[in-house]
Nanobody, 121 residues
Framework: QVQLVESGGGLVQPGGSLRLSCAASGSWFSIRSMGWHRQAPGKQRELVAAVTSGGSTNYADSVKGRFTISRDNAKNTVYLQMNSLKPEDTAVYYC???????????????WGQGTQVTVSS
């Protein structure tokens, strides 16, 4: 089992910044990728950013140039630095870790509990 704990959400004014963190604990063979998704009211969950074990990153077009995903392998933690925030970034943000389980090689995707980000003046 893998547990993910998110932190860093909150209320920020347009143009402001927030940094989200997601720390994983538990047991796994390897981490294949880490990412952040978000879900706004009445909308489907969407990918915001992801980083693979090899360091490749992927961003939604709507956040390119404003958000940066990074990781600390020693701490099993992934971060999302969000700059120049806009009201349309308001959503619940969820982290995910795709891991390979020990012993059976099965890939499992785990999700954090979600953290609210509200961008409003």
């Amino acid at each position: 089992q893998v547990q993910l704990v998110e932190s860093g959400g909150g209320l920020v004014q347009p143009g402001g910044s927030l940094r989200l963190s997601c720390a994983a604990s538990g047991s796994w063979f390897s981490i294949r990728s880490m990412g952040w998704h978000r879900q706004a009211p009445g909308k489907q969950r969407e990918l915001v950013a992801a980083v693979t074990s090899g360091g490749s990153t992927n961003y939604a077009d709507s956040v390119k140039g404003r958000f940066t995903i990074s990781r600390d392998n020693a701490k099993n933690t992934v971060y999302l630095q969000m700059n120049s925030l806009k009201p349309e970034d308001t959503a619940v943000y969820y982290c995910n870790f795709m891991v390979t389980q020990k012993g059976n090689g099965i890939r499992v995707n785990y999700w954090g509990q979600g953290t609210q980000v509200t961008v409003s003046s």
